[in-house]
C-alpha cells in the first residue's frame, strides 16, 4: 500500500519463485488456465473466420486481419513446438 505522505510503499510481496511453481497445485491451475485462454482463442477464430464469409467487402480487410492475429496468438501461445 502506498504511504502518501512518506512517497514510499509498504506491505509484502507474494512470493512468484520456483517453490510456487513446482507445487503440484499451482502447475495444475496454470495448465487448467492455459487450456482454458487456448479453447477460448479457437472460439473466437472460429467466430472470426464466419464473421469473415458473411462480411461485407469493405470489412473484409479489417476483420481478415483480426483472425490472422487470434491465430499468431495461439499458434505462439498454444501449439507446442
Do not use: F, W
Request: glycine share 6%; aromatic share 2%.
Amino acid at each position: 500500500m502506498p504511504n502518501v505522505r512518506s512517497g514510499k510503499v509498504t506491505g509484502t510481496l507474494q512470493s512468484t519463485g520456483q517453490a510456487d511453481a513446482k507445487s503440484p497445485e499451482n502447475a495444475q491451475e496454470q495448465k487448467k488456465a492455459l487450456v482454458a485462454r487456448c479453447d477460448d482463442l479457437v472460439r473466437r477464430i472460429e467466430y472470426g473466420q464466419q464473421d469473415l464469409l458473411s462480411a461485407a467487402a469493405a470489412e473484409r480487410a479489417s476483420i481478415e486481419l483480426g483472425v490472422r492475429r487470434l491465430q499468431e496468438e495461439h499458434q505462439a501461445s498454444c501449439v507446442m513446438h
